[in-house]
């Protein structure tokens, strides 16, 4: 399995991004699909995540509003849209799978696979 997190560069504060994730070696419309970042020094935190049929999605509260996850199951890619960025969403970005059930896909362990991670780095 093969997750490739790509998108990620230098943008000021207020600028938009749009990351993507591409899938493959696993059924793509299976899993449930994640976002999750990590600062220098911090944890990894969730971002958001959307349904394996795509019609759900959720959000952490830092980034409620300001971004949005959707897929392309035809393209095996999932995607972050993040716009009005601020200088605290400066991070490493993370796209993930989860086979298990949707209620169940807000914490790193949910998650069966982990693309490599692509950084996000936001000026003032």
């Known amino acids: 399995v093969l997750l490739q997190a790509y998108g990620g560069g230098l943008v000021q504060a207020g600028g938009s991004l749009r990351l993507s994730c591409a899938a493959s070696?696993?059924?793509?419309?299976?899993?449930?699909m994640g976002w999750f970042r990590q600062a220098p020094g911090k944890e990894r935190e969730f971002v958001g995540v959307?349904?394996?049929?795509?019609?759900?999605?959720d959000y952490a509260d830092s980034v409620k509003g300001r971004f949005t996850i959707s897929r392309d199951n035809a393209k095996n890619t999932v995607y972050l849209q993040m716009n009005s960025l601020k200088p605290e969403d400066t991070a490493v970005y993370y796209c993930a799978a989860n086979l298990g059930p949707y209620s169940d896909s807000s914490r790193n362990y949910d998650y069966d696979y982990w693309g490599q991670g692509t950084l996000v780095t936001v000026s003032s």
């Open positions: 959307i349904r394996r049929n795509g019609g759900i999605t």
């Open positions: 070696e696993l059924t793509f419309s299976n899993y449930n």
